[in-house]
């Protein structure tokens, strides 16, 4: 078979179709205010965190109060630093956050989120770290609304048979 095609440059010539340069995707670039700040919003069940990060200390500010004054427990400080872990850059950055709506666990879930997105805005390498927790992604569980001839959302009246 002599008529064998050996690249695809020469299959594109042949068929008359231009060969396409495929272009690598655009490295992405940091994204920081006039400050020097990365900005980013985090959302979990109904708590809505706005965060900003910048460069310093390791400080995080919650609505005005320390982490270890706003999130009490232990359990919520871990899942709020849980993203610095991740990227490696723990007492680097100084977080200002302020969250409403929800519950505690909800709120703290919102500030993780938003300091994962944050934090991948101010440095894209750090993005696969990131992303490869879970940590990019909105946890999109919220509460089923109450039905109508229900006591909760799914929970029945209690039957009385007499």
């Known amino acids: 078979m ?90 680097q950055f100084d977080v200002y956050a302020t969250v409403k709506g929800g519950g505690l666990s909800g709120q703290a879930g919102a500030v993780k989120h938003g300091i994962s997105k944050a934090l991948q805005l101010y440095d894209p390498s750090l993005r696969g770290a990131l992303k490869a927790a879970g940590f990019l992604t909105r946890d999109s569980r919220v509460v089923e609304r109450k039905k109508f001839g229900k006591r909760k959302a799914r929970r029945s009246f209690q039957f009385s048979k007499r």
């Open 2 to 91: 002599a008529d064998q095609i050996n690249s695809l440059e020469e299959l594109g010539t042949a068929a008359g179709v231009e060969t396409v340069e495929l272009e690598m995707a655009a490295p992405r670039e940091p994204v920081r205010d006039e400050l020097g700040r990365s900005y980013a919003t985090g959302k979990r069940k109904d708590a809505v965190a706005r965060v900003w990060i910048k460069p310093g200390s390791g400080k995080i500010v919650v609505n005005g109060k320390e982490m270890n004054v706003y999130f009490a427990r232990p359990v919520l400080q871990l899942i709020v630093r849980q993203p610095f872990g991740i990227a490696g850059v723990e007492d």
